[in-house]
């Protein structure tokens, strides 16, 4: 009788007799209406962990990026003759790319993508636009980098440590 009552059912919740969900059941039970919106940790699992972990470090990249190229600019204003008011990020993201604060938005834009409406050919299209865009800036920010300045490190890469 357990199983022709829709135990069977993909999901085991009764959906084949329309009875409600356990949880459904024990809300009504103890007088309260049937809960509409699922808790915040429902089908929460290890690959919504690991795009919530990439979401957030990409954002605590990129804010600690753009703290280090306000840190250089202090100053602000008009140069000294002959001196540039620029001068070349250093520490942490800066020691391995010239422009990290691009490739932390690329990584967070792809945690929360995943994480909340998947990828489809629309989002992928975006997504490939923003890093077009972004590469190519960061391209030309290496580019005037080691123009502007000669002892800048050579060991940087574009954006993407060992690939660009």
């Not at 009875?19 to 429902?42: C, N, V």
């Not at 001068?87 to 929360?112: D, K, M, N, R």
């Amino acid at each position: 009788a357990f199983e022709a009552a829709g135990a069977g059912t993909a999901l085991g919740d009764g959906a084949a007799t329309g009875s409600p969900r356990s949880s459904d059941a024990t809300s009504m039970m103890s007088g309260g209406p049937p809960s509409l919106l699922p808790t915040l940790l429902d089908g929460f699992g290890a690959r919504q962990g690991l795009c919530l972990a990439l979401f957030i470090f990409g954002n605590v990249m990129q804010y600690q990026s753009h703290c280090t190229l306000a840190s250089i600019r202090k100053g602000g204003g008009q140069a000294a003759p002959g001196k540039s008011k620029y001068s070349v990020p250093q520490g942490l993201w800066f020691t391995h790319c010239s422009s990290p604060h691009y490739l932390a938005e690329i990584l967070l834009y792809v945690g929360f993508i995943t994480l909340s409406t998947g990828w489809g050919a629309d989002t992928l299209l975006l997504m490939t636009m923003v890093v077009m865009n972004l590469g190519l800036s960061a391209g030309m920010t290496h580019q005037w980098y080691k123009a502007t300045f000669k002892t800048y490190p050579k060991a940087r890469w574009a954006m993407v440590p060992l690939i660009y």
